[in-house]
Nanobody
Framework: QVQVMESGGGSVEAGGSLRLSCTVS????????MGWFRQDQDQEQERERV??????????YYSESVKDRFTISRDNDKNTLSLQMNSLKPEDAGLYYC????????????????WGQGTQVTVSS
């Protein structure tokens, strides 16, 4: 059984930083593409792809809104994915989901994916 678990969410003031982490079990992490998706608090909108890292680590994706502020990384020895979020803005707030992707990182709306439960990020202005 695949388990995806996020941690590290919280509340910060605008301009602050948070680091999200995700651990995965039940699949071969080192050959799995991994990503972070965000959904607004009301959960009425589709989950938005924030960042993705290919299993090799050679390819990374960032949405335009987070480019140069967020950094995605992975530790294949520890089956861990991280997202360092700096210079946070109120519009970055939401539920952040870790995703173990059977689809490519270039897929904006993956269908073959294992989701975590989500971790809340709140940014006050």
């Amino acid at each position: 059984q695949v388990q995806v678990m996020e941690s590290g969410g919280g509340s910060v003031e605008a301009g602050g930083s948070l680091r999200l982490s995700c651990t995965v079990s039940g699949l071969t992490f080192k050959t799995t593409n991994m990503g972070w998706f965000r959904q607004d608090q009301d959960q009425e909108q589709e989950r938005e792809r924030v960042s993705c890292i290919e299993w090799t680590g050679a390819y990374t994706y960032y949405s335009e809104s987070v480019k140069d502020r967020f950094t995605i990384s992975r530790d294949n020895d520890k089956n861990t994915l991280s997202l360092q979020m700096n210079s946070l803005k109120p519009e970055d707030a939401g539920l952040y989901y870790c995703a173990a992707l059977l689809d490519a990182c270039t897929t904006s709306s993956p269908t073959r994916v294992y989701w975590g439960q989500g971790t809340q990020v709140t940014v006050s202005s």
